[in-house]
């Protein structure tokens, strides 16, 4: 496992085994992240960037934006 501190604020995504296979957020600046070889993490600049991909690994288009999947506004490192 290896930590790093963030050095600007991005959004995120890792492949994980559960239900929908995927886990998804943001982070800010200075957070520590830990990081798994099993689960690599993916950084994304926009949410736009973060809606495609999650949206390819679900396989149902427009999925992310769906107001129970998509992360809360007020979170969002670049709204």
Do not use: C, Q
């Given at each position: 496992?290896?930590?790093?501190?963030s050095?600007?604020p991005?959004?995120?995504?890792?492949?994980?085994p559960?239900?929908?296979?995927?886990?998804?957020?943001?982070?800010?600046?200075?957070?520590?992240?830990?990081?798994?070889?099993?689960?690599?993490?993916?950084?994304?600049?926009?949410?736009e960037?973060?809606?495609e991909?999650?949206?390819?690994?679900?396989?149902?288009?427009?999925?992310y934006?769906?107001?129970?999947h998509?992360i809360?506004?007020?979170?969002?490192?670049?709204?």
């Amino acid at each position: 496992m290896s930590h790093y501190i963030s050095s600007k604020p991005y959004y995120l995504l890792t492949e994980v085994p559960n239900p929908s296979g995927i886990l998804y957020g943001w982070n800010e600046i200075g957070n520590e992240i830990a990081v798994t070889t099993e689960y690599p993490l993916e950084e994304f600049d926009t949410e736009e960037e973060l809606a495609e991909r999650v949206d390819e690994i679900i396989g149902i288009p427009g999925w992310y934006w769906l107001p129970e999947h998509r992360i809360p506004h007020s979170l969002n490192p670049n709204p």
